[in-house]
């Protein structure tokens, strides 16, 4: 089955600083990507997602990039401010059959500074 | 439109109990996913049902099942508690199967 890394586990940044959390994946069929923030006692929250169609994606402050050959991707946020501390999740989906599921990376708690 | 609705939000069982949770979709949304959310294991797949069919099945055991009703609301049960199975259970729906899915805010599930 699928199976997804994420790193880093923990990313303190400074705000107005850029952060990059990054995937890999190992199901070369998987064509789905979404990322997901998740705030204390909340759930996750869909911020952005790429298909494998596509090699990059942007949505303002929010961008992600998909190489499909090394199969990894990576969640950009720039000018990040104290609201973007969250844990943000991975995620990989398949594209049929038993594959239509998400598998999703251990996390990554950021911190933002001010 | 309303997000999805998760029915408790906190509940405290005792070993060898049963629990049953309860999951309201975004309205027309016909895909309802079940996910376990522990500090140790992350956010692991249960399973998944579509116009009241499982779609697909997590590797958990049979103490764990679910079943989608003809209006998409879903349950999850989980029978003969242990204390591994305190956790956050979330829900997610999509319009479809293949589609994005959007979470609940999750049931916290203590086993004392």
Not at chain 1, 27 to 36: E, G, K, L, R, T
Not at chain 1, 44 to 62: A, C, F, Y
Request: aromatic share 10%; charged share 20%; with cysteine.
């Amino acid at each position: 089955g699928e199976n997804v890394e994420q790193h880093p586990s923990t990313l303190s940044v400074q705000e107005g600083d850029s952060a990059v959390i990054k995937c890999t994946y190992s199901d070369s069929a998987s064509n789905y990507f979404p990322w997901y923030k998740q705030e204390l006692g909340k759930g996750p929250q869909l911020i952005i997602d790429i298909r494998s169609n596509v090699g990059e994606k942007k949505d303002q402050r929010i961008a992600v990039t998909l190489n499909k050959t090394a199969k990894h991707f990576s969640l950009h946020i720039t000018e990040t401010q104290p609201e973007d501390s969250a844990v943000y999740f991975c995620a990989a989906k398949g594209s049929g059959g038993s594959n239509y599921k998400l598998t999703f990376g251990k996390g990554t708690l950021l911190t933002v500074n001010p | 439109k309303a997000g999805v609705t998760q029915t408790p939000r906190y509940l405290i069982k005792t070993r060898g109990q049963q629990v049953t949770l309860s999951c309201s979709p975004i309205s027309g949304h016909r895909s309802v996913s079940w996910y376990q959310q522990t500090p140790g294991q992350g956010l692991q797949f249960l399973f998944e049902y579509f116009s009241e069919t499982q779609r697909n099945k997590g590797n958990f055991p049979g103490r764990f099942s679910g079943r989608q009703f003809s209006n998409s609301r879903s349950e999850m049960n989980v029978s003969t508690l242990e204390l591994g199975d305190s956790a956050l259970y979330l829900c997610a729906s999509s319009l479809e199967a293949a589609g994005e899915q959007y979470f609940g805010p999750g049931t916290r599930l203590t086993v004392t």
